[in-house]
């Protein structure tokens, strides 16, 4: 019996070691699924953290760009009381004012003649990569996807508005919807409109909810609506002569007024 007992000696060290080697490979894959994790989360953080620094230097610019529309308007205001007044002796040194001013807007936000020279964006992608650096990544940023084929820098969907531009958007009411894959505004005529139950509006063929942006128009007292339309059709009487036309059409499309959105803003960062 002794015998037998002392031949079986070491049996179990086989079986400890096949114990310890998964024991030691779950070790190992514990430590690595938590090195992932962390990895990911990390990650996480930072493409989060760089986007709300570049939404934070998105939202300043698009701050200044409305105050310096309201300057614009306001310049404007005080050269056209300043050229009645003077009896016209003025009006080359308040052209050159205005002109120099919508310049200095369109270098700051990236539209009319600097459209490819856009600072401002330049600057908030700046951000997103130095803060991703921050924390030890490679923070790479799309802001507005749609228009990223073609500029490198990414825009901030504005555009240099003429007077033209200013008085359809201004005085009708608008309902559009942005397409999710190209970002792209499609407008919907309002008699495809209807609301829901939330007070919701939606097109009524497919469903898609649809944005309302006022005109005029539709703000205005009844009392002022009626001179508006007037005015508009004084205006369209004259864009269809065959020579005043002509130089409505020239004035209209060539004085610029103002700096608008042309679509949403959107935000993407991609980390390494």
């Not at 939404?55 to 529309?69: D, E, F, I, P």
């Not at 009006?91 to 270098?107: C, G, H, I, S, V």
Request: hydrophobic letters at 45%; glycine letters at 8%.
């Amino acid at each position: 019996m002794k015998r037998a007992v002392r031949g079986k000696k070491g049996q179990i060290l086989i079986l400890a070691l096949g114990v310890m080697a998964a024991i030691f490979i779950m070790a190992v894959v514990v430590v690595e699924t938590g090195n992932l994790v962390y990895e990911r989360i990390h990650l996480q953080n930072t493409a989060d953290s760089a986007a709300l620094e570049g939404g934070l230097w998105y939202a300043r610019a698009l701050n200044v760009v409305s105050l310096s529309n309201k300057g614009l308007v306001l310049t404007t205001g005080v050269a056209v009381a300043a050229i009645i007044i003077t009896g016209g002796t003025t009006l080359p040194f308040w052209e050159r004012t205005l002109n120099m001013y919508m310049k200095a807007q369109d270098f700051f936000a990236g539209t009319g003649h600097f459209k490819d020279k856009r600072l401002m964006p330049a600057l908030t992608a700046g951000a997103v990569v130095i803060n991703g650096q921050r924390n030890g990544c490679l923070s790479i940023p799309l802001f507005n996807v749609e228009d990223f084929g073609n500029n490198i820098i990414p825009s901030y969907n504005l555009k240099r508005r003429t007077l033209v531009d200013f008085l359809e958007d201004s005085i009708e009411t608008r309902y559009y919807y942005v397409e999710q894959a190209t970002g792209r505004r499609v407008d919907v005529p309002s008699r495809e409109v209807a609301e829901n139950r939330a007070g919701r509006l939606y097109k009524r063929d497919d469903g898609k909810f649809v944005i309302k942006e006022s005109g005029l128009a539709g703000d205005m007292p009844p009392e002022l609506k009626e001179p508006m339309e007037k005015m508009r059709e004084i205006i369209n009487t004259a864009r269809e002569a065959p020579l005043a036309g002509a130089l409505a059409d020239l004035l209209l499309n060539k004085i610029s007024f103002d700096i608008r959105e042309t679509g949403p803003h959107t935000i993407l960062v991609i980390n390494y």
